[in-house]
């Protein structure tokens, strides 16, 4: 074998190498992010027990096969969450058919002061596809938990604290997948076309 030949084989072994890595990388890398994704919602709920502002069961049935935007917050939350949930009122109030009238779940991370006749006070500010949802600290934290929310209590009052958590909204397609976020301080046209994607679904 001439020397030029034995270039070109070692070459082509190392570009063969190099393309088999990058595959087992990606491969690899899909595995990981498929085993850290959220589970479906329907899958999550069906072993915990939440129950809405009316009292019903949050399960499957409460999101009718709709897409739904999920947040995690607190009703004494003084800008974040009544911001949030004014904004996402207003943009999905406001799309017309043939995009679904999207759910907008707001679950409490303050079960404690937010009782579900609080709640149910609370919410009628907001449009009318919002579902507010409550129980045990202990339930909440596992849905909480399938997206990774953050939250702490800041305060050693017994009834005036704060609490610290993740402010992002989670995008659920009609069947409970998570689709994506929509961050906090999103601006409006951003967010109206990721609803309009997530109908899509």
């Known amino acids: 074998m ?7 084989t070692l070459i082509s072994t190392i570009i063969v190498s190099f393309v088999i890595i990058l ?6 890398a899909e595995h990981l992010s498929r085993q850290n994704s959220p589970k479906n919602i329907s899958d999550v709920i069906k072993n915990i027990n939440l129950v809405d502002q009316n009292g019903s069961q949050f399960n499957k049935k409460s999101l009718n096969e709709k897409p ?15 911001t949030t949930l004014t904004q996402l009122s207003s943009v999905t109030e406001n799309l017309k058919p043939p995009i679904n009238l999207t759910n907008i779940i707001f679950v409490t991370l303050d079960p404690k002061r937010d009782t579900q006749d609080h709640l149910k006070d609370y919410i009628q500010y907001f449009n009318k596809n919002v579902i507010a949802i409550t129980g045990k600290i202990n339930e909440i934290k596992s849905l909480a938990d399938n997206w990774n929310v953050f939250f702490e209590t800041i305060g050693s009052s017994k009834d005036n604290y704060n609490l610290n958590h993740t402010a992002s909204v989670f ?31």
Not at 2 to 8: A, D, E, G, P, R
């Open 2 to 8: 001439t020397l030029i030949n034995k270039k070109k």
């Open 23 to 28: 595959i087992a990388t990606f491969m690899f």
């Open 68 to 82: 739904s935007l999920l947040f995690f917050g607190f009703t004494h939350c003084p800008e974040i969450c009544p």
């Open 171 to 201: 995008m659920l397609d009609r069947k409970g997948v998570f689709r994506g976020t929509i961050a906090w301080g999103e601006n409006e046209e951003s967010i109206i076309k990721k609803i309009i994607n997530l109908n899509k679904y």
